[in-house]
């Protein structure tokens, strides 16, 4: 199972940018997929997450300006992020909880994507 990430970049405060990650390989179901974030010396926090409901979950420093979606026939998940501020600046990990067969969930982690927001 492999997570791909894309859609990161520069962008100057107040801008927009909007993230994809696409799940592949042998997948059951995905019962929850989402997106965390890491900035220098802080540690990874969860920013947002979409379950298999569609119910979803935000950190209070995005609720708001951040939207999560999901393609479910496609096991893709998108971030769109509006209203970018200089404190959104980090390494963005996609981040899906799965089953590759009728048993046991798993997490997997996708390769960070950087965004910066700055002027």
């Known amino acids: 199972v492999q997570l791909q990430a894309s859609g990161g970049g520069l962008v100057q405060p107040g801008g927009s940018l909007r993230l994809s990650c696409a799940a592949s390989?042998?997948?059951?179901?995905?019962?929850?997929m989402g997106w965390y974030r890491q900035a220098p010396g802080k540690q990874r926090e969860l920013v947002a997450r979409i379950i298999t409901d569609g119910e979803t979950n935000y950190a209070d420093p995005v609720k708001g300006r951040f939207t999560i979606s999901r393609d479910a026939a496609r096991n893709t998940v998108y971030l769109q992020m509006n209203s970018l501020k200089p404190d959104d600046t980090a390494v963005y990990f996609c981040h899906a909880i799965l089953q590759v067969r009728v048993g046991p969930q798993y997490a997997y982690w996708g390769q960070g994507t950087q965004v910066t927001v700055s002027s």
């Open positions: 390989g042998s997948i059951f179901s995905i019962n929850v």
